[in-house]
């Protein structure tokens, strides 16, 4: 048994390719599991509508290649938020969460990460709060009942940038079925501009974080840097945090951004990756 996985977040691959392309793909770059994206984009939501012919496909295509796809991105909350002003939207989340949960559920997914958002594209108040915690408290309900996972993502805006934030909705709901599937890049963003320790808030969640994002960051940036390209995320200190909790499932998370070589890019970025993990291995 392999002592932890290393989870390839699918937008690392080309959109061009196909899930079962991305799968075989995963595996030939020596990644463990593919992480699959439920984003706010009308093709990625349509996801949670296959049938039953394509889910199949996609089960066979994840057996074929020998990689699991157990976590799911779920950012589609970002453009329908559990907080909404919007009473439309709000149904909209929920129906969106509902779907999801079942979706994940028939190609074996465990973990559902969330987006840390009340809103997005809307001004923040005590109602979009209220709001978003109702509606936590739904969503937890019907995770529950299919033993899925909720993980909170922490984001790059100020409602939930940090383990700790996240962890007083965790703590708020109270149910073993929600918890923290951190960002170390984001959460060393925060850290510098709060003036606080990273690992001190990842400790905030022992206990409670399911699996954690690697990513580089760098001070007003979150996305789209290359692993080892002079970013701040202190990848030693935090993973050993984080394996220390028993935390044993970690997903690295970057972009294609068009590259010809991207399959030696995700190759070079799997080796950066566990040269960070292995050490705590024994």
Not at 15 to 38: H, W, Y
Not at 94 to 99: G, N, S, V
């Amino acid at each position: 048994m392999k002592p932890y996985t290393l989870g390839l977040y699918e937008k690392a691959m080309p959109n061009f390719l196909s899930i079962p392309q991305k799968l075989e793909l995963t595996a030939k770059c020596g990644f463990d599991r593919m992480e699959i994206s439920v984003d706010e984009t009308d093709e990625k939501l349509a996801r949670l509508d296959f049938s039953e012919k394509q889910i199949m496909e996609i089960t066979l295509a994840s057996r074929d290649a020998g990689v699991p796809i157990s976590t799911m991105c779920l950012s589609g909350h970002r453009k329908y938020p559990f907080g909404s002003h919007d009473p439309a939207v709000v149904r909209r989340s929920l129906e969106i969460m509902e779907k999801a949960i079942i979706f994940g559920s028939a190609i074996g997914v465990k973990i559902i990460q969330l987006a840390g958002y009340d809103v997005y594209y809307e001004e923040h108040d005590t109602g979009t709060e209220a709001r978003f915690s109702e509606n936590l408290a739904k969503a937890t309900e019907m995770a529950a009942a299919h033993g899925i996972l909720l993980g909170f993502e922490t984001m790059e805006t100020p409602f939930m940038d940090t383990t700790e934030k996240a962890m007083k909705y965790v703590k708020q709901i109270g149910s073993p079925y929600l918890g923290v599937y951190p960002d170390i890049g984001n959460l060393k963003n925060a850290a510098v501009l709060y003036g606080t320790d990273v690992v001190e808030d990842i400790h905030t969640g022992c206990g409670h974080i399911f699996a954690a994002h690697l990513k580089e960051t760098r001070p007003g940036v979150y996305r789209d840097m290359t692993f080892g390209s002079g970013g701040h995320t202190e990848y030693t200190r935090c993973i050993e945090e984080l394996w220390k909790q028993g935390v044993r499932m970690f997903t690295g998370e970057f972009w294609h951004l068009g590259s010809e070589t991207y399959e030696q890019d995700i190759i070079d970025a799997g080796r950066f990756l566990r040269s960070k993990i292995d050490p705590f291995v024994k």
